[in-house]
């Protein structure tokens, strides 16, 4: 009979113990941020643009990987919510953004080495993408809708 007590005692703790260790994991675990200023380590010359990452994953049901990838480029599609991810900043270290005749004869990937390049040619591509497919003009594809003027 004690044999059986002392069975039944270790099989509650073991499962308090399993419950807290389960919860306390779940609230360590980060939650991305609702919205996320797209700053990088230099001065911008526009105003920063804000990324709305709970309306882009949650309403417009967008999965990670449409915009975190691989040193590749290629989609990271087992993230999840409160996985850890590199800034942009960290693979596209060149600051601002090349275009015009310094662009001249360089390939997309060596464009995309700059961080303007990276992030433009990510957003605007598919927020190309939606309005087409979606016969639409929404999702912003001018410089003053994702960096509106600042105010003085």
């Known amino acids: 009979m004690k044999l059986l007590a002392i069975g039944i005692l270790s099989l509650v703790t073991l499962t308090i113990c399993l419950f807290f260790s389960v919860g306390l994991y779940a609230e360590t ?37 449409e915009c975190h990838h691989d040193d590749k480029g290629k989609p990271l599609t087992n993230l999840k919510e409160g996985d850890a991810v590199q800034s942009c900043f960290e693979c596209h270290k060149k600051p601002g953004e090349i275009k015009g005749k310094k ?21 605007v591509g598919c927020h190309k993408k939606w309005n087409k497919k979606n016969n639409s003009k929404a999702a912003p594809q001018k410089c003053t809708e994702c960096h509106p003027k600042e105010k003085k």
């Open 29 to 65: 675990k980060a939650k991305a941020p609702a919205d996320i200023k797209m700053e990088a380590p230099y001065k911008h010359k526009k105003a920063i643009a804000t990324l709305s990452h709970q309306k882009h994953t949650t309403d417009y049901k967008i999965g990670c990987g």
């Open 103 to 123: 662009a001249k004869g360089l390939s997309k990937t060596e464009k995309r080495e700059y961080h303007a390049n990276a992030v433009h040619d990510n957003c």
